[in-house]
Each structure stands twice: as C-alpha cells, then as structure tokens.
C-alpha cells in the first residue's frame, strides 16, 4: 500500500495502527473511535461472582430487520 | 497490621471519586486489569500497561494490590509467568500487603492446564487447607509482602465431606499465619444460597488475623443471590459489618467494591453518600486490642484427620470434578458425582457463560450485533454454545475472540452468507491479532465501514447501504 494514512489508536497506540488509502471515502475520526473502543477491551476483566451483562445488553438492543420493531427483551433480569 | 482507612477499588471510570483524598483514602488496584495476555518470543505471555501503573501511583490515596487470576486455593498454577508483572506492581505501588482469592481457577486436564473461566470454590478439605497454605507462603515471599487470602463466595450447596466454611478458612489463616480479606457480602451471600451462618463463619476465624474488608452489593438470579457489584451494600451486610468491626484489632482497610458498568444506574452520588456510610463503620474500631487468638480456628480440622493433609489428589480431584460438572461432561470421580445435581452448579455454568458471552461482546461488538440480527438470539446462543463445548475460555477477552474468531471461520457457510459478516468479522479479529500475536491483516471493505458500524450501533441490519470499496491495513508496530 503505497498511499497510506496511519491512524495512531491511544492508549495502545504503540502496539496497532490501522491504515487507509489516501483516497478513502468514509470518516477517518468515526474509524479511529471505533477502533480505540475495541482496543481498549482486549484485556483482563475486574473481578466479581455475579452476572456480565455486555451480551445482554446488545441482545435486548437488536431490532429485527424484518419489521423493524425492538425484538422481545431477552436476558434483562437485573 | 497499618491502618490505612476506607477505600475503594480502582475503575477509570470512578476517577472523579478519588479526587477526594477525605473520601477515599485507600486505592484498591486488581493488578491484572492492566495486563494483556499476548504472544511473545517464547509462547503466550503477560504484558504489563506500565504507563496505566504508573498513572494509578501518582493518585494520593494508599495502595492495595488485590489479585484476580492467581487464586491461591487451587492446585494448578497459572502456566504463564506472573510473578515479574506482580512484583512490578507492588515495587510501583507499594501497597502495605497484597491479597487474593482463596480459589482456584484452572482445572489439570492431562498434561493441560485449562483455564475454568471464573473464580471457583476450593476443596475444603485438610488437603485443601494445605495446599492453600504452600500456595500462600510461596505467594507472599516471591511478593515479598504480607498477604491476605479473600473469603470466598460459594454458590454450591454443603457437602457432608467438607470442612464448615469458618473452620476451613480458620484453618489456612491459622496454619499460613497470613491475613485474612473478610469479604462479608461474599459470606452473606453464602448464608443467603444455603450456606453456614456468618455468625458461626466468624465465630471460627482468627479475629486479629482480619486485616481488611470487602463491602459490594450483589444481585438475584434463579433464586440465588449474587456477589455481582452491581449496587450499594445490602443493610443487612451494613450491619454484619458494624458487629464485627470492633471486633477486629488489626483491621487496616475498608474497602466497596463497585463495577463500572452499573455506575450510571447507580449515580456518582450514591456511591459518595457509600462511602460516608463506609466512614461511620470505620469510626467503630475498638482502640483497645481485643484477645481474637483462641482455639476455635481449628474445630474440625482435628476430626477430618490432619493425616489426610498432604493428599494432593484429594485437591485436584475435586478440581478436575467440578470442572467436568461444568462443562457438561460425566463427573468420573464417584466421591463427587453428586455435583451434577447441585443447583449451584447450573448458576456456576450460567455465570461462566454470561462472561465469555460478554467478553466477545465486548472485543467482537460488531460481529456480535450482526450474528444477532440475522439468525436472532435463540440460534447466536445454541451458535455460542457449539464454541464453548468445543473451546475452554480464557479470562483475557483477546484470546477469547480470537478463538470465538477461528471459530465461526471454520464454518465458512455461515460467514459467507451473511451479509457483511466476513468483513465485520475480519476486521475486528485483525484488532485482536495484531494485539496479541503482532500480525498485520490487509482487509478490503465493500461499504463504508463506519456507515455499518452506526447502523449496528443502532441495533439495525445494515441494509441498503452504499458500494464504496476500500483497503486497510492493521498492523502491530
């Protein structure tokens, strides 16, 4: 790839970079949140018996792209 | 033991709380959140966020180190080192004592040791008591530190071949002369689940051994009550706590335990007003020392026969058991068949899928979101249940998506049929990859990747959206 435009991602900004043609035509700001978000979870996780929710959470968020309508709240039993 | 005061454990995200050094006087940092777990010139290894560690000494509070993947209550030991990365954190931080789980978390399987994927409860036993001993001391001096072991919470029910919970904590605090971490919202909930009464578990433990305690909130699921730290501190563990302060000679820390993630639930304030409650429990320290040494430590221990101590295979076979139990396979060790009927091990196996389903959540949000919109979440779970039968966890989500990763690629029918799936799935497992293994991935988008991302941030199939093609390279430096 000749024609490139690193994208430093902090706080890992030493270890990943992502690059893009020059001629790319989507946000490179949006990019570079998405991929600092992700980078900041690839780690160990704090420590407690009870219940992780991330799953739930996006579960209970998906919209059936049939009808468009909230799928059924599955998971939720805080 | 030094008395440092009332604290809580350390989240960014709660960073404006410890602003307030009157507030909160004690940093309680669980070390291995600032590692990753990566691929390095000799295999798998820890690495250490030194800059975070750093970050966490220059806060004015007191330092605690309190460890989550090392428990010293199992018989096989993480494979991976950690005592570098450890030592690190108590030589930047320089807490008065460090303390850890009295668990254990991995299961020998043949020459493997595979991870169990959550803290689980050791055998309580007389061999149990010694391994969790050796475990201690070799520990604490590799740390050169003090170390306290955690009270631990237990979602199985009792067993007529186990030390009462108070004698067999008793016991190792007794025989390891080490602290003991009183975490009394893990043995409230314990009582709660069919377990021994707090009072009769206090009754047994060596009071002047208690140097710190662990105040969380917690929540039901299925009938059980859970040390989820997920709100404010049950009254009724606000009054175990208030009993028994003054009770404890040598107390030095107060510490609540809340997770980030239910903090905006809860509110900032709320967990403020927490920590007053917090402070008017530390004001009841008795200024007298109190005479906590006695002989009741070790009732019990005599009538299980300290002969039997040195039986390792007493320990591991009890690991090996529960693990079996956990992963749906037949318990071969008659002595513990019976764990397949207790109810608490369905609550363990639905807790340990929550969190391996949470951490690919977490790193594979996206390939997540679309795995759900297309096959919905009745097929995504039986999808996830297929992975785990097939792969035992990992505590560090990179290596968890990735595997979840390899996974779903070998089911090419999958991938190439749904939309968007091939590219979502690629570009996210080329994050992981270059963080863990230092690879670089070259990746061709057929969209704009943040159109897609936006719409399944809104939950929705991306449908409709425009051709635009383009290449990305992502690459460790």
New interface residues.
């Given amino acids: 790839?000749p024609s490139?435009d690193p994208q430093p991602l902090p706080?890992?900004g030493?270890?990943?970079?992502?690059?893009?043609?020059r001629e790319?035509?989507?946000?490179l700001q949006?990019?570079t949140r998405?991929?600092q978000?992700?980078?900041t979870?690839?780690?160990?996780?704090?420590?407690?018996?009870?219940?992780?929710?991330?799953?739930?959470?996006?579960?209970d968020?998906?919209?059936n792209?049939k009808t468009?309508e909230?799928?059924e709240v599955?998971?939720a039993?805080? | 033991m030094r008395e440092l005061g009332v604290g809580l454990v350390y989240w960014s995200d709660l960073a404006p709380l410890f602003e307030d050094v009157e507030l909160v006087g004690v940093l309680e940092l669980e070390p291995q959140t600032l590692w990753e777990k990566v691929v390095g010139p000799h295999g798998l290894c820890y690495r250490g966020n030194d800059a975070l560690l750093q970050r966490v000494a220059q806060l004015p509070q007191a330092k605690l180190l309190h460890g989550v993947a090392q428990p010293v209550g199992g018989s096989a030991d993480d494979p991976l080192e950690y005592i570098a990365l450890w030592k690190r954190a108590v030589e930047v931080l320089d807490p008065a004592w460090v303390s850890e789980h009295l668990s254990f978390n991995r299961v020998r399987r043949g020459a493997h040791i595979e991870e169990a994927g959550f803290l689980l409860p050791p055998r309580q036993s007389p061999a149990g008591v010694a391994n969790a001993v050796r475990n201690i001391e070799r520990l604490s001096q590799a740390l050169e530190r003090p170390l306290a072991f955690e009270t631990g919470v237990n979602y199985l029910q009792r067993r007529a071949d186990e030390l009462d919970d108070g004698t067999f904590f008793g016991a190792v605090a007794e025989r390891a002369h080490c602290g003991i971490l009183l975490d009394l919202h893990n043995l409230w909930c314990n009582e709660r689940n069919g377990r021994q009464r707090v009072s009769e578990v206090l009754a047994r433990l060596p009071l002047d051994q208690v140097w710190e305690i662990h105040l969380a909130g917690g929540m039901e699921l299925d009938g059980f009550w859970l040390d989820a730290h997920s709100g404010l501190v049950p009254p009724e563990v606000v009054d175990l706590a208030a009993g028994i302060i003054p009770l404890l000679p040598n107390l030095g820390a107060l510490i609540f335990e809340i997770l980030p993630e239910h903090l905006p639930r809860i509110g900032v304030d709320a967990v403020h007003r927490q920590l007053d409650v917090l402070h008017a429990l530390w004001r009841l320290r008795s200024s007298r020392r109190v005479v906590a040494r006695d002989a009741r430590a070790p009732q019990g221990l005599e009538s299980c026969g300290l002969g039997n101590a040195e039986q390792h295979d007493d320990v591991e076979a009890w690991e090996t058991a529960l693990g079996e139990a956990l992963r749906g396979r037949t318990v071969r060790d008659a002595r513990f068949a019976d764990l397949r009927d207790d109810p608490g091990v369905a609550v363990l196996h639905q807790l340990i899928g929550d969190a391996r389903r949470s951490s690919l959540a977490r790193v594979l949000r996206y390939t997540t979101t679309l795995l759900l919109i297309h096959l919905g979440p009745n097929e995504v779970r039986a999808l996830l249940d297929a992975y785990f039968r097939e792969q035992a966890p990992d505590p560090f989500t990179a290596l968890e998506a990735d595997y979840f990763a390899r996974f779903l690629r070998s089911r090419a029918e999958l991938v190439e049929h749904l939309p968007y799936l091939a590219e979502t799935l690629a570009f996210e497992d080329a994050l992981v990859r270059a963080t863990v293994y230092g690879t670089a991935t070259d990746l061709a988008w057929s969209t704009d990747p943040t159109a897609l991302f936006a719409e399944l941030e809104n939950g929705r199939a991306p449908v409709g959206l425009p051709s635009v093609h383009s290449a990305m390279r992502v690459c460790a430096e």
């Fill in positions: 790839m490139i706080p890992r030493d270890r990943v970079r992502v690059y893009v043609t790319v035509a989507f946000d949006k990019m998405v991929t978000s992700i980078l979870k690839v780690g160990c996780g704090g420590c407690h018996s009870g219940r992780f929710l991330e799953f739930q959470m996006i579960e968020y998906v919209i792209p468009l909230p799928q599955v998971g039993q805080l």
